[in-house]
């Protein structure tokens, strides 16, 4: 279902989208009110019933005379301040005079199919015209004579909808962007249950569910990334909701820089959803004729619980943000060498690591940080994107020959935004650097941040990059940004502009990503921001997949992979094998578990693998063959969230004892279920698997992937795997069980076959 419908009658739009209907209204002062988002409602004349206005004693009207019309707690599509509306609003917006007031009219509308690009900044697409449809409304202050367009696009086949705002000046004076965010929702009860996705470096999208109040509740990044403290996305869902049924709300930012993300539950029960551009230190200067584009906030609905909410998210997120040659096809294994050589490498040292992993069937050797300028530690050398002829005598260039020739490609990090002050590069430059003039600034591992809202810093480091990645032979890059942003201004720059600058970052960060994608499409960007700092919406338009975090611990990992999973698709999620005892938490985790984790990802391995004994580089090789037949399967199907590593399992087990997920096809024919056990309890109860997603009329055989339990021999009905689940009872005993599984940290994987 999808379609738009303004009915004149009680100026009232409907967008039914593929499972919800979204309903709004022009009000009689001429603003917008939110009239509905929820079930599908059949569409009708008269919806405008259910614009509720009441008398609240203090309460600032706009007509003389009617006490009962207020903003005050009337539910709006884009809030504006100085209308008497005084909770939190989407905009604030001063005016040449100092005032701080605005006042937007309907003026026009337009409903036409497909959705429009955003100027400079990455959003969802269509590749046909009929799969979306665009509703955009033009209100305009009179006064100010500023216009503000509010767009939404619902699409033919998935739960959502996607809004943005465009303010264009039309008038002569200059106003002042203030706080310009991307959507509001204003939900009709406060009935709800927040889930944030929140951590730290190692720690990233760990999600805490709390119950909303009165008052405001928010996430947000003050950091110039989207952080590992917070994600651009929360999910509204009602108490009883959970991952199989119920209704739930998620919304995400397509942005990497500062956002908010803003629930207030106002006193007369009403929630209000906003995300945007985080106003803090925002002073956009808009003159006469500009125009500001805010990114693109995405909205997705279910009735049908938290894994039909993020199989939407990761559909829409996969299939159409993501873009270009690697979009749709199967991503390399690879081997990262930071975690077996660190900066402590030649050429010498990584060859023979690159040959054996070609021999166990990897297709990509990716060097990491350490190869450029003279860089042995973290203090210098950012900025200097020259090779190491110490290290690589005969430069990038010759070394991936070399890799080549053994049959891999290669691939190489770098940390474009950044600069050392033991640089070139700063030398020649030092008013390339974010700082404030007179002041130390602030650095963080010894780095400090380059000014890409200049366009010559772009320009340079287009250049710089293009002239390693144009030899051809570098078919993939990591592309790092390591330390938060301070010290926020602009050297040369006037004081109107440092307002500006923190976004104006993030378009040249955008604007460098899209020259360099699109003169190299065939590259393949992995995103990376110390871990998982910056794995956002945003980074997904330019790289299709991203570093999840620097905590490679499997344990840890599925966790994180978990969380994560609530907006990202699994196939943009860079995983890999390391080697134990793991390099951030010490702890032993066998090869498999490692691997099991792994799997549902983007897979690949970060170790020497010279290093491990024969039997496990045997396994190696046997992981690799088993990623490349699963491929596909994991890249496209179906992904569901079974046992949450953060919730006390439902069998009493204590938090992060067991998890489990699954991967289906689009046939639903075949599946793959990862469980991992990482504590193991003694003389248990029975313990039964239960399923989800597979055909209920279908019979399958499944079959543990490392031991052929009696379980294989039998069929089970899709309906019984989904109902009852299957037996994976393991009970201990120590040496006189025969039980296979027995310690912590264990994993089984699962092949699941109709037959
Ligand atoms: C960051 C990344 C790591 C690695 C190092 C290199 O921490 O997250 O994967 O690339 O930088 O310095």
New binding site residues.
């Given amino acids: 279902m999808m379609n738009i419908t303004f009915h004149s009658s009680g100026r009232v739009f409907h967008l039914q989208g593929c499972g919800f209907s979204y309903i709004s209204m022009i009000l009689p002062n001429g603003q917008l009110g939110q009239l509905y988002f929820g079930a599908p409602l059949a569409d009708r004349d008269g919806f405008e019933h259910m614009l509720v206005a009441a008398h609240r004693d203090m309460a600032p009207c706009p007509f003389e005379g009617n006490g009962d019309f207020s903003m005050e707690d009337i539910k709006q599509e884009y809030p504006v301040n100085g209308n008497g509306d005084l909770r939190n609003v989407a905009c604030v917006i001063e005016t040449p005079d100092g005032a701080r007031n605005a006042d937007f009219r309907y003026v026009s509308h337009e409903i036409h199919s497909g959705k429009p690009k955003l100027a400079g900044l990455p959003a969802t697409y269509v590749e046909h015209d009929d799969e979306a449809e665009t509703l955009a409304i033009t209100l305009q202050d009179d006064l100010l004579r500023l216009q503000l367009i509010l767009s939404y696009t619902i699409y033919r086949d998935l739960p959502v909808i996607t809004r943005n705002v465009q303010f264009i000046n039309d008038g002569n004076s200059s106003v002042i962007l203030q706080r310009a965010l991307s959507t509001n929702l204003d939900l009709p009860d406060a009935n709800w249950d927040m889930t944030e996705f929140t951590g730290a470096w190692g720690r990233e999208r760990h999600p805490q569910t709390f119950r909303i109040h009165i008052g405001v509740q928010e996430i947000y990044s003050l950091r110039g990334h989207s952080s590992h403290q917070f994600n651009p996305f929360l999910v509204l869902k009602r108490p009883h909701t959970d991952e199989f049924q119920g209704e739930a709300i998620g919304t995400a930012l397509v942005y990497s820089g500062n956002f908010l993300g803003s629930v207030e539950v106002d006193n007369y029960h009403v929630t209000r959803l906003m995300m945007g551009i985080h106003p803090q230190g925002l002073a956009w200067t808009l003159a006469p004729g500009e125009a500001f584009q805010t990114p693109e906030a995405i909205t997705v609905y279910t009735c049908d619980g938290l894994n039909a909410l993020s199989q939407a998210l990761h559909t829409l997120l996969r299939t159409r943000l993501a873009r270009g040659y690697w979009r749709d096809r199967p991503r390399p294994i690879l081997l990262n060498s930071?975690e077996s050589t660190y900066m402590q490498f030649d050429e010498a040292k990584l060859l023979p690591i690159a040959s054996k992993a070609h021999e166990l069937g990897i297709d990509l050797f990716v060097l990491?940080?350490g190869w450029f300028g003279h860089r042995d530690n973290?203090t210098s050398s950012l900025g200097d994107w020259v090779a190491d002829r110490r290290k690589l005598p005969d430069g990038i260039e010759g070394l991936a020959s070399k890799i080549n020739a053994l049959g891999m490609q290669f691939g190489l990090?770098f940390e474009p935004e950044m600069i050392s002050k033991d640089s070139h590069l700063y030398r020649a430059h030092p008013d390339w650097m974010i700082r404030v003039p007179g002041r130390e600034p602030l650095q963080g591992r010894n780095q400090y941040v380059l000014d890409l809202s200049k366009t010559d810093v772009v320009n340079y480091l287009f250049e710089a990059m293009s002239a390693i990645l144009s030899s051809g032979k570098v078919s993939y890059v990591?592309w790092?940004m390591?330390r938060s942003i301070t010290d926020v201004f602009s050297q040369g720059r006037p004081r109107e502009f440092q307002g500006e600058l923190l976004h104006r970052q993030i378009l040249g960060m955008y604007a460098l990503y899209e020259r360099l994608t699109s003169t190299f499409p065939k590259v393949l960007f992995e995103s990376?921001a110390?871990?998982g700092a910056r794995f956002d919406p945003g980074m997904l338009y330019y790289a299709p997949q991203g570093?999840v975090s620097?905590d490679t611990d499997a344990v840890e990992r599925v966790k994180i992979q978990f969380g994560t999973s609530y907006a990202y698709p699994i196939s943009s999620m860079g995983s890999h094998v390391s080697a134990v005892p793991n390099h951030q938490l010490m702890r032993v985790t066998p090869l498999k578990t490692r691997a099991d984790v792994a799997y549902f990802g983007t897979f690949g391995y970060e170790l020497d693998v010279n290093a491990m004994p024969d039997d496990e580089q045997r396994q190696v090789r046997d992981q690799i063959a088993f990623m490349k037949a699963h491929r596909e399967l994991i890249d496209t199907g179906t992904f569901w969230r079974l046992i949450s590593p953060f919730e006390e399992s439902e069998v009493g087990l204590q938090q992060g004892s067991e998890a489990a997920w699954m991967v289906v096809s689009a046939d639903r024919r075949h599946a793959l279920v990862g469980y991992y056990r990482m504590i193991m309890p003694l003389n248990e109860g029975y313990r039964l698997l239960k399923l989800a997603g597979l055909d209920p009329t279908a019979t399958y055989r499944v079959h543990d992937t490392q031991f052929p339990l009696p379980a294989s021999q039998f069929t089970y009905g899709g309906d019984e795997l989904m109902a009852h689940g299957f037996d994976i009872s393991d009970t201990g005993f120590g040496p006189f069980t025969t039980d296979m599984y027995q310690g912590d940290y264990l994993s089984r994987l699962f092949e699941i076959d109709a037959v």
């Fill in positions: 930071w990491d940080d973290a990090w990591k790092d390591n990376c110390s871990g570093w620097d």
